[in-house]
């Protein structure tokens, strides 16, 4: 029914910039909450940042100021972009979205992109 597809990873130096985007495709859904999660080797996944339908956002401490998330509800789409990059950021990142489908709710992963920064 629904699929999200990322795109945008890749391999940067230090400081600079990725912008990741995820697009959804299906139909007969309602897209709510959006968001990006990644995982480094070793690590557990965890949450980069968030965004509802009216654009409230929400973001982790380690990438407050240099991370942006945004929608654009008419392409079904949800963008990260990625500045001021770390090594630490390096990770596989995914897509998240919660939709409402025939009034249930559900949750659907990307396939993951890889994001590497070299220091």
């Known amino acids: 029914q629904v699929q999200l597809v990322e795109s945008g990873g890749g391999l940067v130096q230090a400081g600079g910039s990725l912008r990741l985007s995820c697009g959804v495709s299906?139909?007969?859904?309602?897209?709510?909450?959006m968001g990006w999660y990644r995982q480094a080797p070793g690590k557990l996944r965890e949450l980069v940042a968030r965004i509802t339908p009216d654009r409230t956002t929400n973001y982790a401490d380690s990438v407050k100021g240099r991370f942006g998330i945004s929608r654009d509800n008419a392409k079904n789409t949800v963008y990260l972009q990625m500045n001021n990059l770390k090594a630490e950021d390096t990770a596989v990142y995914y897509c998240?979205?919660?939709?409402?489908?025939?009034?249930?709710?559900?949750?659907?992963w990307g396939q993951g992109t890889q994001v590497t920064v070299s220091s």
């Open positions: 299906g139909s007969d859904f309602r897209l709510n909450t």
């Open positions: 998240n979205a919660e939709f409402t489908i025939y009034s249930n709710r559900a949750v659907y």
